[in-house]
């Protein structure tokens, strides 16, 4: 389509207004102005009046044809190139770095290939739900340009800043393992860990009567019991402290439900492991959600993003690595291979957040010492 593009102003003068006016003063002559192609707006064309417009365009209009062109066709093949690895390759949180690609777009990408195998060509990414050319175009700039990264200083996480109560780092260091306990809106998992970062034992129990119609606290005691029953014992059980906003009205329920559960889980666990020595320290501690998503680099503002991904490279290095972050022994492996995959309906989430808390607290007390 060919439009007006003036380069002098489009206000009317004198009451004149259209596609040309008569300058001032009694000169015959009019004033040219140029026909510009909304695709490119860099072809042009000379138009003096309306008179002339229909013979312009029959004789010398050479359409544009930048809407027929490939995306591939405006790059070179080593631009290509660099795209089509970075595309075809980079993790979800890696695609969510690049320019656009950050939430939905960059979950897309990875299921498109999954699906369909790798991307052939650029043309092909804009069948990605929520890619179109001009995103596109977007997203492979940024890939070819990267911004600037400014360097992050990294706040070094002080250990009373993460644990609650504070306990003497020594008893810390002298712990043989702990159980990390996550609570969710209908289930509980836990991990078992020890400073050798070994996982003894993970697994999670649904629990039926969570957030089902009126509370009746009773019902909840029957449900975390349970569960409680089934832990193995540890120096030091690790319940995660969860950092829902008290702004948000919505989530009242869910907060009360957390807090409900959180404080069950310290009445029934701690007096099971009560020393008779009151120099001993207290058992269960509370370990903060968000010091762990620090760790891990999965905030994003204020909010935690998935450790599904995280834990899924932790079990491949298990296998592949000579000395791994975490050793999953291999029954667990197998058990829970196919827990964390992308895009299914339930990924597991309480059972990644429970081996992430046991890693990170390892991992900070090391660090802070």
């Known amino acids: 389509m060919w439009v007006a593009r003036r380069f002098t102003s489009l206000v009317a003068r004198r009451g004149q207004c259209g596609l040309f006016y008569r300058p001032q003063g009694s000169l015959p002559e009019l004033e040219f102005r140029y026909l510009n192609c909304t695709c490119c707006w860099r072809s042009r064309i000379p138009v003096a009046g309306f008179e ?5 365009f029959s004789s010398s209009i050479t359409p544009c044809n930048d809407d027929n062109k490939s995306l591939d066709a405006y790059y070179t093949s080593e631009q290509r ?12 949180s890696e695609l969510a770095a690049v320019k656009l690609l950050r939430g939905r777009k960059s979950v897309n990408i990875v299921e498109y290939r999954t699906r369909n195998g790798p991307f052939k060509n650029l ?9 179109k050319h001009k995103s596109a175009v977007i997203v492979f700039n940024s890939i070819l340009n990267p911004p600037e990264k400014k360097e992050k200083r990294k706040v070094k996480v002080q250990l009373a800043k993460f644990i609650r109560p504070e306990v ?10 702990i159980v990390s306990i996550v609570c969710g809106v209908n289930k ?34 029957d449900d975390i019991s349970s569960v409680v029953s089934h832990l193995p014992t540890a120096d030091f059980f690790v319940v995660e402290k969860p950092s829902i906003s008290l702004q948000n009205t919505a989530l009242y329920p869910v907060m009360a439900h957390m807090r409900t559960v959180e404080a069950m889980l310290f009445a029934l666990l701690e007096p099971r492991y009560t020393q008779p020595d009151i120099t001993a320290p207290p058992k269960v501690l509370n370990m903060m959600r968000t010091a762990v998503g ?26 592949t690595q000579k000395i ?8 667990l492996l197998v058990k829970y291979r196919n827990s964390f995959q992308m895009g299914g309906r339930s990924r597991g989430e309480e059972l990644c957040d429970a081996i992430l808390q046991a890693v990170a607290f390892y991992e900070l007390l090391s660090e802070s010492s």
């Not at 002339?52 to 312009?56: D, E, H, K, S």
């Not at 190139?81 to 979800?92: G, K, M, R, S, Y």
């Open 188 to 221: 509980i998992a836990w991990a078992h860990m020890d400073r050798g970062m070994n996982v003894l034992e993970w697994q999670h129990e649904d629990c039926h009567n969570f957030l089902k119609g009126t509370y009746m606290a009773s019902a909840y005691l």
């Open 168 to 177: 003497e780092r020594t008893w810390l260091e002298e712990a043989n393992s």
């Open 324 to 331: 791994p972050r975490v050793t999953f022994p291999h029954n």
């Open 52 to 56: 002339t417009l229909n013979g312009t």
């Open 294 to 319: 620090r760790h891990f680099d999965l905030m994003v503002g204020e909010s935690r993003t998935s450790g599904a991904q995280t834990v899924r490279h932790m079990m491949t290095e298990s296998v």
């Open 81 to 92: 190139d660099v795209i089509l690895q970075l595309l075809n390759n980079a993790a979800e």
């Open 123 to 131: 043309e092909s990414v804009i069948n990605v739900p929520l890619l």
